[in-house]
């Protein structure tokens, strides 16, 4: 039902900076509630930031505060993660994710996943 593509990784050396974006294929975009979760080698994949439909809401793991920023065009049905000041621990692939439902839908689940983007941050 919805599609998910990311785009922006690349290597960037420690406190530099990169925007990641995607690029959603559905009609309702502006309803949807969406995030960014990562994955490092040989770590769980982990939440990193969230916003409502509206961009009223947004969500930060602790790790990210005051360093990303999500934010979201829909016109354009584009979400995306401003990262600065990047560290070499934010490695990993980064994912974003679609949930369907509003922000106050609970329990929160994102259904749908896009195929990740590599983030390197060398030191």
């Known amino acids: 039902q919805v599609q998910l593509v990311e785009s922006g990784g690349g290597l960037v050396q420690a406190g530099g900076s990169l925007r990641l974006s995607c690029a959603a294929s559905?009609?309702?975009?502006?309803?949807?509630?969406m995030g960014w979760f990562r994955q490092a080698p040989g770590k769980e994949r982990e939440f990193v930031a969230s916003?409502?439909?509206?961009?009223?809401?947004?969500r930060y793991a602790d790790s990210v505060k005051g360093r990303f920023t999500i934010s979201r065009d829909n016109a354009k049905n584009t979400v995306y993660l401003q990262m600065n000041v990047l560290k070499p621990e934010d490695t990993g692939v980064y994912y974003c994710?679609?949930?369907?439902?509003?922000?106050?839908?609970?329990?929160?689940?994102?259904?749908?996943w896009g195929q990740g983007t590599q983030v390197t941050v060398s030191s």
């Open positions: 994710a679609a949930d369907p439902r509003g922000w106050w839908v609970t329990p929160r689940k994102f259904d749908y």
């Open positions: 559905g009609r309702t975009f502006s309803s949807y509630t």
């Open positions: 916003i409502s439909g509206g961009s009223a809401f947004t």
